[in-house]
């Protein structure tokens, strides 16, 4: 089992910014793509941002490019979420996911709480 476990929510102003993390702890070479999410209230969750195993390859939701940058550090098994130009659409609970690459199952984190004021 792998577990996940985010940090770094909180309340910031428009235009602001956070820098979210999730560590990984567990069977953490079991780890493929990691992945963050986020569901707003009266919302279902969406792709926020998506990194390869390596790193070397990286995609967005288009509501997001621009303004967020998702990075990992393999050797400290956390996956980070940069984002600037925070708007107040971008309130949610953040969470982080992670996919098995030997099995079909992947793991999810708790959630971090994010608020934008205008």
């Known amino acids: 089992q792998v577990q996940l476990v985010e940090s770094g929510g909180g309340l910031v102003q428009s235009g602001g910014s956070l820098r979210l993390s999730c560590a990984a702890s567990?069977?953490?070479?079991?780890?493929?793509?990691m992945s963050w999410y986020r569901q707003a209230p009266g919302k279902e969750r969406e792709l926020v941002a998506t990194i390869s195993m390596t790193g070397g390859s990286t995609n967005y939701a288009d509501a997001v490019k621009g303004r967020f940058t998702i990075s990992r550090d393999n050797a400290k098994n956390r996956v980070y979420l940069q984002m600037n130009s925070l708007k107040p659409e971008d309130t949610a609970v953040y969470y982080c996911?992670?996919?098995?690459?030997?099995?079909?199952?992947?793991?999810w984190g708790q959630g971090t709480q994010v608020t934008v004021s205008s």
């Open positions: 567990g069977i953490t070479y079991r780890i493929n793509v």
């Open positions: 996911n992670a996919d098995d690459r030997y099995y079909s199952s992947e793991y």
